[in-house]
């Protein structure tokens, strides 16, 4: 999914994918406010710098910045869990609980190929879980993210391929040029 920012009455509209980081850091922003008609977060026109910033932070690019990405193959040697939390791998979902009997649901771009996400614990001590020797293949990871993301879990990562977004390159392209054009037109307002 790309990311998008739409401006309407001095409100930013906020589009991207589930990220519990994501999460944590816009609700950093004063009067960040969860949308659930239109699945997005709205937040003040001014905040739009800052949740660039987050964005690439969390995500590895930003609304205008272009997504390198690249597919990932991780075998899970031994179960992962996180304590009232998701489990999340180079920014992508691979287990969301929000009980011990919930089960887990699976984030965008995640495909397990073995094994298996699940939930556990106690009703008031409850986990996300990531099965052990679970292999999971991940796609759309973002190149920087992957490169700079270090992992405790027990695992074993393999480089699958990389892809650049060409429609992505050239839409880049369109808003620089845009953008290139409004900076001309306020040096010449000088």
Same mark, same amino acid.
């Given at each position: 999914? =790309?990311?998008?920012? !739409? ?5 930013? %509209?906020?589009?991207?994918?589930? =990220?519990? /980081?994501?999460? &944590?850091?816009? !609700? ?18 001014? #905040?739009?710098?800052?949740?660039? +910033? ?10 205008? &910045? ?15 869990? +996180? ?8 920014? *992508? ?7 011990? /009997?919930?089960? #887990? @649901?699976?984030? /965008?771009?995640? #495909? ?12 008031? %001590? ?13 796609? %759309?990871?973002? &190149?920087?993210?992957?490169? *700079? ?15 650049? %977004? *060409? ?7 369109? @808003? ?7 900076? +001309?037109?306020?040096?010449?307002? /000088?």
């Amino acid at each position: 999914m =790309n990311m998008k920012i !739409k401006l309407k009455d001095g409100k930013a %509209n906020v589009y991207t994918p589930y =990220n519990p /980081d994501f999460v &944590k850091k816009i !609700k950093g922003i004063g009067n960040a406010k969860w949308n659930s008609s239109e699945k997005c977060w709205v937040v003040p026109e001014t #905040a739009i710098e800052a949740v660039r +910033e987050i964005m690439d932070e969390v995500y590895g690019y930003s609304d205008i &910045k272009e997504n390198e990405t690249v597919t990932l193959k991780v075998k899970f040697r031994e179960e992962v869990s +996180e304590y009232r939390s998701d489990v999340v791998l180079f920014g *992508k979902v691979l287990a969301h609980a929000y009980g011990r /009997d919930s089960g #887990a @649901r699976i984030g /965008d771009d995640v #495909a397990y190929v073995s094994g298996g996400a699940t939930s556990g614990g106690s009703v008031k %001590n409850w986990y996300s879980i990531v099965k052990e020797g679970s292999v999971v293949i991940l796609s %759309n990871v973002n &190149k920087l993210v992957y490169e *700079k993301s270090e992992t405790e879990y027990n695992i074993t990562v393999e480089l699958l391929k990389t892809k650049v %977004n *060409k429609q992505g390159l050239l839409e880049e392209k369109e @808003r620089l040029l845009k953008r290139i054009a409004e900076i +001309e037109n306020i040096l010449q307002g /000088d």
